[in-house]
Antibody, heavy 117, light 109 residues
Framework: QEQLVQSGAEVKKPGASVKVSCKASGYSFTGYHMHWVRQAPGQGLEWMGW????????NYAQKFQGRVTMTRDTSISTAYMELSRLRSDDTAVYYC??????????WGQGTLVTVSS | SYVLTQPPSVSVAPGQTARITCGGNNIGSKSVHWYQQKPGQAPVLVVYDDSDRPSGIPERFSGSNSGNTATLTISRVEAGDEADYYC????????????FGGGTKLTVL
């Protein structure tokens, strides 16, 4: 069945970068956009952007423009989200989610990124 | 950018009906999707395209959308329905962006 498996928790210092991976299985990786959503502790869901795994095209939320980069490796059906110049308020659980049109049908298990000095 | 407004909390007794609203300007013209998130877990799609249910989601979950309000209705509420619920739309006017509501905590009394 369709599955998204994300990389493990990360602890980073302010100013550093983090790269989270999301390995897809059970469906055609290049056939569906992959979105990234984050959730700060005790807060709601915040959409970050999407990548088209077929073309590599991306679309980022304005808030993250210039700090986020979404990429993919089709040979291993894996999407990546890299966030740079980390701040303490970037501490959050980061999710990848397979899109079906404009709804997010399947989600990864989440990756906790902690930013602390 | 497009804004979705949800009540922070809704409380209901077991066996009763819970209604969670999602307000937005002319939201009736958009397709609304709803996600359930339990503590420590990833969100799960429970209603899509206003009123359709993914396979495996109980019929107790239903949705509607008209005018400026979309509604998720949970009938015969069970203790296991206690969770956060988020509405979501695609905002075609802002360069193909996804928008989430702020979320509603459903408490089963």
């Amino acid at each position: 069945q369709e599955q998204l498996v994300q990389s493990g928790a990360e602890v980073k210092k302010p100013g550093a970068s983090v790269k989270v991976s999301c390995k897809a299985s059970g469906y055609s990786f290049t056939g569906y956009h992959m979105h990234w959503v984050r959730q700060a502790p005790g807060q709601g869901l915040e959409w970050m952007g999407w990548i088209n795994p077929n073309s590599g095209g991306t679309n980022y939320a304005q808030k993250f423009q210039g700090r986020v980069t979404m990429t993919r490796d089709t040979s291993i059906s894996t999407a990546y989200m890299e966030l740079s110049r980390l701040r303490s308020d970037d501490t959050a659980v980061y999710y990848c989610a397979k899109a079906d049109g404009w709804l997010l049908r399947y989600w990864g298990q989440g990756t906790l990124v902690t930013v602390s000095s | 950018s497009y804004v979705l407004t949800q009540p922070p909390s809704v409380s209901v007794a077991p066996g009763q009906t819970a209604r969670i609203t999602c307000g937005g300007n002319n939201i009736g013209s958009k397709s609304v999707h709803w996600y359930q998130q339990k503590p420590g877990q990833a969100p799960v799609l429970v209603v899509y395209d206003d009123s359709d249910r993914p396979s495996g989601i109980p019929e107790r979950f239903s949705g509607s959308n008209s005018g400026n309000t979309a509604t998720l209705t949970i009938s015969r509420v069970e203790a296991g329905d206690e969770a956060d619920y988020y509405c979501q739309v695609w905002d075609s006017s802002s360069d193909h962006h996804v928008v989430f509501g702020g979320g509603t905590k459903l408490t089963v009394l």
